[in-house]
């Protein structure tokens, strides 16, 4: 599959946009023309650079309002595009996208549109150049492909097919079916983009929330079926208008939208994206800081012990039952305590690794010495670092650690989940990393109100529920605010969570504060016997409950950016007690 991408997609130069695309792998390129319009470099010298990356210049776009008009207008419309194909010969682009008309459209008649667009083709093709013929979903007459289509047959001229864009399709609601009636060699052009399914208009639904493929409602595996089955074989280029990734770092974007390709040709292959091996559960979570011994007080407290120091690093290993946290100071001078990786055990860590590299990810360097457990490691977008163990490295890898101590509370049985926090303009990319490389499903997703903005959460799991993380968005204005306020955490599953906590009070241990109003509430909504109420109350827990089971649970104090959650699951709950969220969130802005 050759692969594309238009300049509009990403933030910066047209320089910049250029190498971003390169360096990501892309094979060719759309030059969106307002990008060339600004760039101070000549078009013979965009043509000379892209060469010397290896990118193809496979679309010069848009040319608009070029049909529809009256004689008069059409003669400008000539005029104008006379200089675009003298343009086109200095790129060195032997297409140009021709949008249906939005603004100055008189005649709605499919004669008229399709005799301009072959008098515009005879001056196209004496210049060598195509046209792709899009309908815009927007436009004033000609808003579906399917009459597109039927103007361009009309036409009748080599130098005229069509423009089929995944969004304007879609989005319109359209059958993308009746691709497979238009020869392949007449498809001149494909553009992808998904979308989250919104309700609004569609010019500003296209112009502002367009998604990489993957990561909204659209099913493109299917469009992009139909295009094929239809003979065509030109690039799969992208063209996603978004604000957000419009400002964001443009080679991240890139890689980003590299990999939502990948997946989306994983799945054309195999009929749905999976990884190479599906995680088992979380192996550990590893704490990094230059000083860590504010986070091993919270975990004794809590009622884990020391398994003991590693062997060659400065780093420490506490257990309780199946929980594993991993306390790092190795390479952290300056860092407070922040959650810096996990590790997950599959049945075959080595194809999950590759699997993680193929959609882009990049291996991380661990200093492994003689008899120490080489685990595989790779890199989430964010930095964070995913450790990969497998049957016999799972059990293997904590006897590293000499010199422990005591015993951990009985109560505590393993993690539960893992929560990180993601900046606004990173949580797509998060999604579809963690989603495509670790073979996490989307699961429930939140919006939640706390004195600092709405925090967005996006939960991923496993199959069996095993490995669960939850993906905060960072309120765009908070990411500013204190850490604590918007902190990771680690959540810790345990039985019996009244008579932990009480123990682990006992041990020293202090967690978040909850108003007397919460529990009023509580009463009021749940009717929940006086005992249990006053159980809840004197522990200091949080509630939740549905009609599979109930949950229990409190938050330690906030170290630098890492705090701990206890939880009790009772029957087959199987949420987050996300109601309850901003009480925490309350409660955190006030002690911060």
């Known amino acids: 599959m050759r692969t594309s991408i238009a300049t509009v997609c990403l933030s910066g130069t047209l320089v910049d946009k250029l190498h971003a695309i390169a360096d990501a792998g892309f094979d060719a390129v759309e030059v969106f023309e307002p990008d060339l319009i600004a760039a101070p470099q000549s078009p013979e010298e965009v043509r000379a650079l892209c060469d010397r990356l290896g990118l193809r210049i496979a679309l010069y776009q848009p040319f608009r309002d070029a049909e529809g008009v009256t004689e008069p207008e059409f003669a400008q419309v000539l005029r ?127 112009r502002h929330h367009r998604l990489f493929p993957g990561e909204g409602g659209f099913d493109l595996p299917a469009f992009v079926g139909h295009t094929l089955r239809a003979g065509y074989t030109g690039p799969l280029s992208l063209e996603v208008f978004n604000d957000v990734f419009r400002q964001t770092d443009p080679a991240r974007t890139a890689r980003h939208a590299r990999r939502s390709l990948t997946v989306l040709e994983d799945a054309l292959e195999s009929g749905a994206a999976r990884p190479a091996a599906e995680p088992r559960e979380l192996d550990q979570v590893e704490v990094k800081a230059h000083d860590t011994d504010a986070v091993a007080a919270v975990l004794e407290r809590i009622g884990f012990a020391p398994r003991g120091r590693h062997v060659t690093k400065p780093a420490w290993l506490y257990t309780a039952g199946e929980a594993r946290i991993v306390l790092n100071e190795h390479n952290a001078a300056g860092r407070d305590p922040h959650v810096a990786g996990f590790g997950i055990r599959t049945d075959w860590p080595e194809e999950a690794a590759a699997r993680a590299e193929h959609l882009g990810a990049q291996r991380a360097h661990r200093r492994v010495l003689a008899g120490e ?144 109003n919460y529990y009023d509430d509580l009463a009021a909504r749940l009717e929940l016997p006086d005992t249990d109420l006053e159980r809840l109350q004197h522990a200091g827990l949080l509630y939740d409950r549905d009609a599979s089971g109930e949950y229990l649970h409190c938050y330690t104090e906030t170290v630098g950016s890492v705090f701990f959650e206890l939880v009790e699951r009772r029957g087959r709950y199987d949420g987050f007690g996300a109601a309850n969220t901003p009480v925490r969130l309350t409660a955190q802005h006030s002690t911060a």
């Not at 996208?97 to 005879?122: G, H, K």
């Not at 359209?174 to 569609?202: K, N, T």
């Not at 977008?381 to 163990?389: A, V």
């Open 373 to 516: 457990a080489d685990l595989p490691a790779v890199l989430a977008p964010d930095g964070t670092e995913i450790l990969i163990s497998g049957p016999e490295s799972s059990p293997a890898w904590p006897s590293e650690f000499a010199g422990g101590r005591g015993t951990p509370d009985p109560a505590i049985r393993g993690i539960d989940h893992v929560n990180l926090t993601e900046p606004a303009a990173d949580i797509e990319e998060a999604v579809l990393f963690y989603g495509t490389a670790l073979g996490l499903a989307r699961d429930s997703s939140a919006e939640l109100a706390g004195p600092a903005g709405l925090v967005r959460s996006q939960v991923l799991r496993s199959a069996d529920g095993a490995v669960r993380l939850a993906l905060n968005v960072v309120p765009p204005f908070a990411e500013r605010a204190a850490a604590s306020r918007h902190a990771q955490h680690v959540a810790i599953a345990c039985d019996d969570l009244p008579a932990l906590i009480g123990r682990a009070r006992a041990r020293g241990l202090r967690t978040v504060p909850v108003s007397a």
């Open 80 to 206: 104008r595009a006379e200089a675009k194909f003298v343009l086109m010969d200095r790129l060195g682009v032997d297409t140009v996208l021709v949008c249906s008309n939005v603004a100055t459209a008189s005649i709605d008649d499919d004669a008229v549109s399709a005799a301009q667009l072959a008098r515009l083709a005879d001056r196209a093709d004496a210049h060598g150049k195509r046209l792709a013929f899009e309908a815009l979903a927007w436009a004033r007459y000609i808003d579906d492909y399917r009459r597109a289509w039927r103007i361009v047959e009309r036409a009748d001229h080599r130098a005229v097919g069509v423009c089929l864009d995944s969004f304007h399709i879609l989005s319109r609601g359209h059958d993308p079916a009746d691709i497979e009636r238009i020869p392949g060699d007449r498809i001149f052009f494909v553009q992808l983009a998904d979308a989250p399914l919104l309700s609004m208009d569609v010019l500003s639904w296209s």
